[in-house]
């Protein structure tokens, strides 16, 4: 009985390290930011697989959402209502690109890179209206010189 008992904790306090492992990065939906005005803050975040990105709705009119034809294939998909937080916690690596619904168009988007970029060319693949295309581009720029994390 005390082997199974020992065996028990022990199993509990691996759960709980591997929990504990786990990060949680927090992503600010602003109306003016460092980078001008309709942006998420910050707009390029790299995560480990398993880590929890948190949007938060620091000014009014916001949201966050996936855009379909940027997330790895079995990946993460989510629609954040306009004016509330989100935590969404990532398993599967490659790039997620997401937008803000009401301001895609002025360039209110975002990426987040789990792991390894698996689907970066696919992801580059991907059409968007407006400020948005640059926006993309400039993300897309900053991942190819980006070695460590920008939480």
């Given at each position: 009985m005390?082997?199974?008992?020992?065996?028990?904790?022990?199993v509990a306090a691996l759960g709980f390290a591997g929990a504990a492992g786990a990060a949680e990065v927090e992503v600010k939906m602003l109306n003016k930011g460092t980078d001008g005005v309709m942006v998420f803050?910050?707009?390029?975040?790299k995560i480990?697989?398993?880590?929890t990105v948190k949007f938060v709705a620091s000014d009014k009119g916001h949201n966050a959402e996936i855009i379909?034809?940027?997330?790895?294939?079995?990946?993460?998909?989510?629609?954040?209502?306009?004016?509330?937080e989100l935590a969404i916690?990532?398993?599967?690596?490659?790039?997620y690109g997401y937008k803000c619904k009401p301001h895609y168009g002025m360039g209110m988007v975002g990426m987040i890179v789990v792991?390894?970029?698996?689907?970066?060319?696919?992801a580059k693949a991907a059409t968007h209206p407006g400020k948005a295309k640059q926006a993309f581009a400039n993300l897309f720029d900053k991942?190819?010189?980006?070695?460590?994390?920008?939480k």
């Open positions: 005390r082997k199974v008992i020992v065996l028990g904790a022990l803050e910050p707009a390029l975040v480990n697989p398993g880590d379909d034809a940027m997330v790895p294939e079995g990946g993460q998909k989510f629609v954040g209502k306009i004016n509330e916690t990532f398993d599967k690596p490659g790039v792991g390894e970029p698996t689907n970066a060319e696919q991942l190819a010189t980006t070695t460590t994390a920008a």
